[in-house]
């Protein structure tokens, strides 16, 4: 089992003053490593409306690269604007992945929008950044990365990386709604996409990772880290229903592959579980793997799917 | 070339109609077989949750002299899509053809929205009884939104010409409040894919295929490509994007266009043309068009009035 010292948590939403846009939420955590601090990105959301409905942004916070665990500044606006009319990111941008990709930083993001007989759909856009990931203009109107026959709805939690000149993508693939309790709960997998250029998307059209708690196991944040000659993915999982508490909340999950398609699940060694009480007691999730000056870094949400903001881990040895 | 109208042939008010449906019998679509036509349609059910329709499939067979109604599907043709999927709620059009010894069927799905109405996505579904009903390939679309096709993709028609499939189809190109107290409209024109199997298409990627002849705000829609000597020629409909449902002078009319390599279109909408009738079933509207080829003769079948609430007709090309 890997062993991780948790730090604590680094970035509460509720202690930001001055941004309307950014009361609540710091979700699904994601680093861009600079010079003197660590850009980590996060999704977040202003004040529900009067029907109780949310919109999300993304913005980011700057932590000092000697001690990430301190905030040195953050966003003084999104990174992305929400989408017009009737398009696919209408009411939300949530997560976001970056990646440097020559001078300019791209960004693939979850686009949400409204539906009528289930709450939501999600689509995967993309957006480049020329300011150093400070602010990121969008691609097209439309998503990247389409739906298909095997991948009907919620293709989400998009993960960006790039190993051997392809650009890879993680996200995950709605697969049902299933009503749970009177309303409909969404199942999702993990899945993945390849690509030579990051606009034109193979898809492997295939689960990745076996479900093991019940065959409706919903799959998050699948976030794949190089180290030691292997792939290591860690990600989240949680039960169909009545998971919104401690129970059947999600938990962190390993799988590791030596060729990016073939992976072996073994969720005893991900080594990141709840706390007997503090902000991570119900659930933890959303985890984003990183190296820094030769320490390994998880970020990660807590209790309520990262309602009061994401805390840091540190590896203690190594991944293999 | 000159259509010559041959009135309405089928009015779905004066026949029991399969999954509940009474009225509209939209975007016919012929399949020819040996010693009749079956030509699919689109009808309404209205959804017992909230009042709102749904568009289900049904077809009749006519003697292949295009005059007399033999039978009326009484079955469920295709299925509609499952909760949260993009057939949820209503398959229109279907566009049927024959290819390797099977049955194809590519609908237009519909699901709907909150800030807007509707969103639609291309599905695939395929025939194994010759076309009496029509299984899904999947529960997710073949051809869907996309970066520069951000919604409303839908009306698809496939051709396979010289080994390659070509799809001609619709893309939206957003959605505009035109008055402030008005539900959002939209635009959309007509695109283009081609794929090697039918299931995996490539996308012109919104280039519109078909200049506009009312402006950036014409809607184009359902296009039907056939092959008449030496020439393709294609079949749509356009009106205005807002105050089209009951203007007359702003509703659809048929277009038309024609290419000699499927790649460059040049539109004529007069040759040949086709338009409305003072008095008749088709005096306010024309829309919907399917041209194909029977017994050695090209036809048209097309809806009129109220976008097909109370029938098609059908023209021949002289």
């Not at chain 1, 860690?234 to 030596?258: D, P, T």
């Amino acid at each position: 089992m890997f062993k991780w010292k948790k730090l604590g948590k680094v970035f509460t939403p509720q202690d930001v003053a001055g941004r309307s846009w950014l009361k609540e939420f710091a979700q699904a955590p994601c680093g861009l490593i600079f010079d003197r601090f660590v850009r980590i990105y996060f999704s977040c959301r202003p004040r529900a409306d009067d029907n109780g409905q949310y919109v999300s942004y993304s913005a980011y916070v700057d932590v000092d690269r000697a001690d990430p665990t301190k905030v040195l500044d953050v966003s003084a606006r999104p990174i992305l604007e929400l989408g017009a009319l009737g398009e696919f990111d209408e009411f939300g941008t949530y997560p976001v992945s970056v990646a440097r990709s020559g001078s300019e930083v791209r960004a693939y993001y979850g686009g949400w929008t409204r539906c009528e007989s289930v709450p939501f759909n999600v689509a995967i856009g993309f957006a480049t950044s020329q300011d150093e990931g400070r602010t990121f203009t969008k691609a097209g109107k439309g998503p990247v990365l389409p739906y298909t026959p095997d991948e009907p709805f919620i293709l989400g939690g998009p993960k960006i990386r790039f190993f051997d000149d392809t650009w890879y993508l993680w996200y995950i693939a709605g697969r049902k709604w299933k009503p749970v309790d009177g309303r409909p709960e969404p199942v999702y997998k993990i899945r993945m996409a390849s690509s030579p250029d990051g606009i034109h998307w193979s898809k492997a059209n295939r689960d990745l990772i076996e479900s093991r708690i019940e065959e409706d196991e919903a799959q998050a944040s699948p976030d794949v880290f190089y180290c030691n000659g292997r792939y290591h993915m860690f990600f989240c999982y949680r039960y169909s229903g009545r998971y919104r508490g401690r129970e059947n909340g999600y938990r962190i999950g390993y799988a590791s592959s030596e060729d990016l398609t073939r992976w072996v699940r073994d969720d005893s060694k991900a080594g990141l579980d709840v706390s007997d009480a503090g902000w991570d007691s119900e659930m933890v999730s959303y985890p984003h793997v990183f190296a820094l000056d030769e320490r390994i870094y998880m970020a990660y949400l807590g209790n309520q799917v990262g309602k009061h903001g994401f805390g840091l881990a540190r590896l203690e040895g190594t991944l293999t | 070339m000159k259509w010559k109208k041959l009135g309405k042939i089928f009015d779905p008010t004066k026949f029991d109609l399969p999954d509940g449906c009474a009225e509209f019998a939209q975007s016919p679509q012929a399949l020819v077989f040996g010693d009749f036509v079956r030509i699919y349609f689109s009808t309404r059910s209205v959804d017992k949750a909230n009042g709102k329709y749904l568009s289900h499939v049904a077809f009749v067979d006519m003697d292949e002299a295009m005059r007399e109604v033999i039978a009326v599907s009484r079955h469920t043709v295709i299925e509609l899509g499952k909760l949260g999927c993009f057939d949820e709620h209503g398959i229109f059009p279907m566009n049927v053809l024959r290819h390797g010894g099977r049955v194809l069927g590519y609908t237009c799905g519909w699901s709907r929205r909150v800030s807007v109405s509707v969103d639609t996505a291309i599905g695939l579904a395929i025939s194994r009884d010759d076309g009496r009903t029509f299984q899904r390939i999947g529960d997710g679309p073949v051809l869907a939104a996309s970066l520069r096709e951000p919604c409303l993709v839908g009306d698809p028609f496939v051709g396979v010409f010289g080994n390659v499939h070509h799809m001609w189809y619709i893309f939206g190109t957003g959605w505009k409040k035109f008055s402030a107290d008005a539900a959002p409209d939209r635009t959309y024109k007509i695109g283009h894919a081609v794929s090697n199997d039918g299931v995996n298409w490539v996308k012109e990627e919104g280039r519109r295929i078909i200049d506009d002849r009312l402006g950036a705000d014409e809607s184009q829609a359902l296009p039907s490509v056939i092959r008449i000597g030496r020439t393709y020629h294609m079949f749509f409909c356009y009106r205005q994007s807002h105050d089209f449902r009951t203007n007359r002078s702003r509703s659809y009319r048929i277009g038309h266009a024609h290419s000699d390599d499927l790649a460059d279109w040049t539109r004529n909408d007069d040759d040949p043309g086709l338009d409305v009738t003072e008095g008749d079933w088709d005096s306010d509207m024309l829309c919907y068009p399917h041209a194909f080829e029977c017994r050695g003769k090209v036809y048209l079948l097309y809806n009129g009035n109220e976008f097909g609430r109370y029938g098609f007709g059908l023209a021949v090309l002289e």
